[in-house]
Protein backbone atom coordinates (compact mmCIF):
# COMPACT_ATOMS: atom_id res chain seq x y z
CA UNK A 1 0.00 0.00 0.00
CA UNK A 2 1.04 3.66 -1.06
CA UNK A 3 -0.37 6.50 0.85
CA UNK A 4 0.34 9.74 -0.62
CA UNK A 5 -0.10 12.69 1.58
CA UNK A 6 -0.58 16.48 0.39
CA UNK A 7 2.60 18.73 2.27
CA UNK A 8 1.77 21.63 3.91
CA UNK A 9 2.75 25.85 3.62
CA UNK A 10 4.03 25.14 7.55
CA UNK A 11 7.05 23.61 8.03
CA UNK A 12 9.08 22.69 10.83
CA UNK A 13 12.73 24.92 11.55
CA UNK A 14 15.85 23.21 11.75
CA UNK A 15 16.97 20.11 11.75
CA UNK A 16 20.25 17.88 12.33
CA UNK A 17 20.86 15.81 9.17
CA UNK A 18 23.35 16.65 6.56
CA UNK A 19 22.36 19.12 4.00
CA UNK A 20 20.22 18.18 0.89
CA UNK A 21 21.38 15.08 -1.49
CA UNK A 22 19.05 15.12 -3.76
CA UNK A 23 20.58 11.58 -5.04
CA UNK A 24 19.34 10.17 -1.62
CA UNK A 25 15.74 10.93 -2.17
CA UNK A 26 13.22 8.22 -3.00
CA UNK A 27 12.66 8.26 -6.91
CA UNK A 28 15.78 9.32 -8.16
CA UNK A 29 14.55 9.57 -11.78
CA UNK A 30 13.31 12.74 -10.37
CA UNK A 31 16.08 14.42 -9.62
CA UNK A 32 17.01 16.65 -12.50
CA UNK A 33 13.63 18.50 -12.29
CA UNK A 34 14.02 18.44 -8.55
CA UNK A 35 17.71 19.88 -8.96
CA UNK A 36 16.40 22.42 -11.66
CA UNK A 37 13.79 23.80 -9.38
CA UNK A 38 16.15 23.79 -6.13
CA UNK A 39 18.13 25.76 -8.28
CA UNK A 40 15.71 28.63 -9.70
CA UNK A 41 14.53 28.72 -5.89
CA UNK A 42 17.60 29.85 -4.63
CA UNK A 43 18.43 32.01 -7.52
CA UNK A 44 14.87 33.70 -6.96
CA UNK A 45 15.46 34.48 -3.40
CA UNK A 46 18.07 36.49 -4.29
CA UNK A 47 15.17 39.35 -5.20
CA UNK A 48 12.52 39.31 -1.82
CA UNK A 49 10.08 41.36 -4.33
CA UNK A 50 10.79 39.03 -6.87
CA UNK A 51 10.34 36.02 -4.41
CA UNK A 52 7.42 37.66 -2.54
CA UNK A 53 5.36 37.88 -5.91
CA UNK A 54 5.78 34.42 -7.23
CA UNK A 55 5.46 32.72 -4.17
CA UNK A 56 2.33 34.89 -2.88
CA UNK A 57 4.62 35.95 0.39
CA UNK A 58 3.34 38.75 2.73
CA UNK A 59 5.84 41.70 3.55
CA UNK A 60 6.67 39.63 6.61
CA UNK A 61 7.77 36.59 5.04
CA UNK A 62 11.34 37.18 5.03
CA UNK A 63 12.56 34.14 7.20
CA UNK A 64 10.57 31.93 4.41
CA UNK A 65 12.73 33.51 1.64
CA UNK A 66 16.00 33.07 3.86
CA UNK A 67 15.13 29.12 3.84
CA UNK A 68 14.91 29.35 0.55
CA UNK A 69 17.99 31.28 -0.32
CA UNK A 70 19.61 27.88 2.00
CA UNK A 71 18.00 25.33 0.46
CA UNK A 72 21.25 23.52 -0.80
CA UNK A 73 22.93 24.65 3.02
CA UNK A 74 20.60 24.23 5.80
CA UNK A 75 20.55 21.19 8.07
CA UNK A 76 17.61 18.23 6.85
CA UNK A 77 15.28 16.08 8.81
CA UNK A 78 13.02 13.14 7.67
CA UNK A 79 9.97 14.69 5.86
CA UNK A 80 7.13 13.47 8.03
CA UNK A 81 8.65 15.43 10.50
CA UNK A 82 9.35 18.78 8.56
CA UNK A 83 5.56 19.21 7.60
CA UNK A 84 3.11 20.51 10.07
CA UNK A 85 -0.48 21.66 9.88
CA UNK A 86 -3.98 20.37 10.41
CA UNK A 87 -3.27 17.09 8.80
CA UNK A 88 0.18 15.98 10.23
CA UNK A 89 -1.52 17.05 13.61
CA UNK A 90 -4.43 14.61 13.35
CA UNK A 91 -1.54 11.92 11.99
CA UNK A 92 0.58 12.68 14.97
CA UNK A 93 3.81 11.07 14.17
CA UNK A 94 5.12 12.16 18.07
CA UNK A 95 3.24 9.12 19.00
CA UNK A 96 4.39 6.58 17.11
CA UNK A 97 6.45 3.49 18.36
CA UNK A 98 9.91 2.74 16.67
CA UNK A 99 7.98 -0.21 14.59
CA UNK A 100 5.06 2.41 13.45
CA UNK A 101 7.50 4.80 12.28
CA UNK A 102 8.93 2.28 10.05
CA UNK A 103 5.76 1.26 8.67
CA UNK A 104 4.61 5.06 8.23
CA UNK A 105 7.74 5.63 6.29
CA UNK A 106 7.42 1.96 3.78
CA UNK A 107 3.30 3.12 3.14
CA UNK A 108 3.67 7.02 3.02
CA UNK A 109 4.63 9.43 0.37
CA UNK A 110 4.38 12.79 0.52
CA UNK A 111 3.62 15.61 -2.64
CA UNK A 112 5.84 18.51 -3.09
CA UNK A 113 5.91 21.48 -5.71
CA UNK A 114 9.71 21.47 -5.31
CA UNK A 115 10.15 17.65 -4.98
CA UNK A 116 7.16 15.79 -6.65
CA UNK A 117 6.77 13.01 -4.47
CA UNK A 118 8.94 11.58 -1.50
CA UNK A 119 9.31 9.34 0.95
CA UNK A 120 8.38 9.93 4.57
CA UNK A 121 11.76 8.94 5.80
CA UNK A 122 13.38 11.68 2.94
CA UNK A 123 15.55 13.88 4.42
CA UNK A 124 14.63 17.53 3.48
CA UNK A 125 15.12 21.38 4.86
CA UNK A 126 12.74 23.55 5.38
CA UNK A 127 11.36 25.65 2.19
CA UNK A 128 8.43 27.26 0.67
CA UNK A 129 6.72 26.90 -2.94
CA UNK A 130 3.55 25.75 -3.57
CA UNK A 131 2.22 23.75 -6.55
CA UNK A 132 0.34 26.85 -7.95
CA UNK A 133 3.45 29.15 -7.41
CA UNK A 134 5.07 29.96 -11.31
CA UNK A 135 8.84 30.83 -11.25
CA UNK A 136 9.66 33.42 -13.33
CA UNK A 137 11.00 32.38 -16.71
CA UNK A 138 9.73 28.76 -16.20
CA UNK A 139 6.68 27.07 -17.57
CA UNK A 140 4.40 26.18 -15.13
CA UNK A 141 5.03 23.00 -11.87
CA UNK A 142 2.45 20.55 -13.81
CA UNK A 143 4.48 21.26 -16.85
CA UNK A 144 7.77 21.01 -15.02
CA UNK A 145 6.39 17.63 -13.68
CA UNK A 146 4.53 15.84 -16.32
CA UNK A 147 7.53 14.40 -18.35
CA UNK A 148 8.94 13.30 -15.30
CA UNK A 149 6.48 12.45 -11.87
CA UNK A 150 3.80 10.36 -13.68
CA UNK A 151 5.80 7.59 -14.82
CA UNK A 152 7.96 7.61 -11.49
CA UNK A 153 4.63 7.04 -9.26
CA UNK A 154 3.18 4.49 -11.89
CA UNK A 155 7.09 2.57 -11.18
CA UNK A 156 6.88 3.34 -6.99
CA UNK A 157 2.78 2.03 -6.94
CA UNK A 158 3.58 -1.13 -8.66
CA UNK A 159 1.91 -3.68 -7.55
CA UNK A 160 0.06 -1.20 -4.46
CA UNK A 161 -2.56 -0.21 -3.45
CA UNK A 162 -2.19 3.52 -3.82
CA UNK A 163 -4.32 5.73 -1.66
CA UNK A 164 -4.25 9.33 -2.95
CA UNK A 165 -4.86 11.70 -0.37
CA UNK A 166 -3.24 14.88 -2.30
CA UNK A 167 -5.43 17.82 -3.15
CA UNK A 168 -5.96 18.57 -6.56
CA UNK A 169 -3.26 20.90 -7.15
CA UNK A 170 -0.46 18.10 -6.20
CA UNK A 171 -2.38 15.13 -8.26
CA UNK A 172 -2.20 17.57 -11.31
CA UNK A 173 1.24 17.55 -10.82
CA UNK A 174 1.20 13.70 -11.30
CA UNK A 175 -1.60 11.54 -11.29
CA UNK A 176 -2.13 7.72 -10.63
CA UNK A 177 -4.25 5.82 -12.40
CA UNK A 178 -6.62 3.73 -10.35
CA UNK A 179 -5.59 5.51 -7.20
CA UNK A 180 -8.08 5.38 -4.56
CA UNK A 181 -9.36 9.09 -3.34
CA UNK A 182 -10.73 9.88 0.00
CA UNK A 183 -13.69 12.96 -0.40
CA UNK A 184 -14.67 14.13 3.32
CA UNK A 185 -18.07 15.47 3.81
CA UNK A 186 -19.91 17.14 6.77
CA UNK A 187 -23.29 15.92 7.41
CA UNK A 188 -26.08 18.42 8.34
CA UNK A 189 -29.01 17.48 10.56
CA UNK A 190 -31.09 17.93 7.52
CA UNK A 191 -29.33 15.28 5.74
CA UNK A 192 -27.51 17.93 3.42
CA UNK A 193 -23.68 17.08 2.79
CA UNK A 194 -21.01 19.35 2.29
CA UNK A 195 -17.16 19.73 1.77
CA UNK A 196 -15.42 21.69 4.64
CA UNK A 197 -11.88 22.45 4.31
CA UNK A 198 -10.78 22.32 7.93
CA UNK A 199 -12.59 18.82 8.27
CA UNK A 200 -11.06 17.96 4.90
CA UNK A 201 -7.23 18.10 6.19
CA UNK A 202 -7.82 16.66 9.59
CA UNK A 203 -9.82 13.77 8.70
CA UNK A 204 -7.41 12.57 5.62
CA UNK A 205 -5.19 12.78 8.62
CA UNK A 206 -6.93 10.19 10.69
CA UNK A 207 -7.56 8.00 8.05
CA UNK A 208 -3.48 8.16 7.33
CA UNK A 209 -2.96 7.54 10.67
CA UNK A 210 -5.55 4.67 10.35
CA UNK A 211 -3.84 3.34 7.38
CA UNK A 212 -0.14 3.74 9.28
CA UNK A 213 -1.34 1.52 12.44
CA UNK A 214 -2.95 -0.98 10.69
CA UNK A 215 -1.66 -4.39 10.52
CA UNK A 216 -3.73 -5.39 7.69
CA UNK A 217 -2.84 -4.54 3.46
CA UNK A 218 -5.52 -3.30 2.22
CA UNK A 219 -5.65 -4.79 -1.39
CA UNK A 220 -9.02 -2.91 -2.73
CA UNK A 221 -11.24 -0.08 -1.42
CA UNK A 222 -13.17 -2.53 0.47
CA UNK A 223 -10.23 -3.15 2.54
CA UNK A 224 -9.45 0.56 2.47
CA UNK A 225 -13.19 0.81 4.55
CA UNK A 226 -12.60 -1.74 6.79
CA UNK A 227 -9.88 -0.09 7.87
CA UNK A 228 -11.06 3.05 8.32
CA UNK A 229 -14.68 2.04 10.16
CA UNK A 230 -12.23 0.48 12.87
CA UNK A 231 -10.20 3.36 13.27
CA UNK A 232 -13.67 5.05 14.06
CA UNK A 233 -14.11 7.11 10.93
CA UNK A 234 -17.62 6.54 9.32
CA UNK A 235 -17.31 5.77 5.62
CA UNK A 236 -19.34 5.00 2.33
CA UNK A 237 -18.14 3.83 -1.00
CA UNK A 238 -18.57 6.28 -3.79
CA UNK A 239 -17.07 4.10 -6.85
CA UNK A 240 -14.53 1.55 -7.13
CA UNK A 241 -11.99 4.60 -6.41
CA UNK A 242 -13.17 6.87 -4.34
CA UNK A 243 -14.21 6.53 -0.50
CA UNK A 244 -16.44 9.48 1.22
CA UNK A 245 -15.45 9.96 5.36
CA UNK A 246 -18.67 11.42 6.74
CA UNK A 247 -18.29 13.83 9.59
CA UNK A 248 -21.47 15.39 11.55
Given at each position: ???????????????????????????????????????????????????????ALGK???????????????????????????????????????????????????????????????????????????????????????????????????????????????????????????????ERPD??RTVV????????????????????????????????????????????????????
Amino acid sequence: MLVLLPPSETKSDGGSGSPLDLGSLAMPQLTAVRDKLVTEVIALAADPDASRAALALGKGADAEIARNAALRTSATRPALDRYTGVLYDALDVARFTKAQRAKAEARLGIGSALFGVIRAGDPIPAYRLSGGSKLPGLPTLQSLWKAALPAALRAEAAGHLVVDLRSGTYQNLGRVPGAVTATVLTERPDGKRTVVSHFNKHHKGLLARALVLSRSEPSDIDGLARVAEKSGLRTEIASPTELLIITS
